[in-house]
């Protein structure tokens, strides 16, 4: 398979693994949400009863664990590719 072969093939696998690392880094967040002691749902940005520290760290945790979810997916896709095809996606 070439490389430009390789790459396109990848695109549709990508596509997929994003959307199930978005899924995972949500059943995560809320799973880390309630560890931490708060209510079953993560507050929303324009929610009034909630303070901005509650706020902010809940948007701080939620980017962080989806930051690590899709950076552990996509090099794992990248590394099954090359695997694969022998060819590293970009």
């Known amino acids: 398979m070439s490389g430009l072969a390789g790459k396109l093939a990848y695109k549709p696998v990508g596509l997929l693994l994003g959307v199930?690392?978005?899924?995972?880094?949500?059943?995560?967040?809320?799973q880390a949400w309630r560890?931490?002691?708060?209510?079953?749902?993560?507050?929303?940005?324009?929610d009034e009863d909630r303070g901005w520290g509650e706020i902010l760290a809940a948007a701080a945790l939620?980017?962080?664990?989806?930051?690590?979810?899709?950076?552990a997916v996509d090099r794992g896709g990248a590394v099954a590719v090359r695997r694969?095809?022998?060819?590293?996606?970009?």
């Open 35 to 46: 560890l931490a002691g708060h209510d079953d749902d993560a507050p929303n940005a324009t």
């Open 20 to 30: 199930a690392a978005g899924a995972a880094a949500g059943a995560l967040f809320k």
């Open 62 to 71: 939620q980017g962080a664990i989806f930051a690590i979810v899709k950076a």
């Open 84 to 90: 694969t095809t022998g060819y590293w996606p970009t």
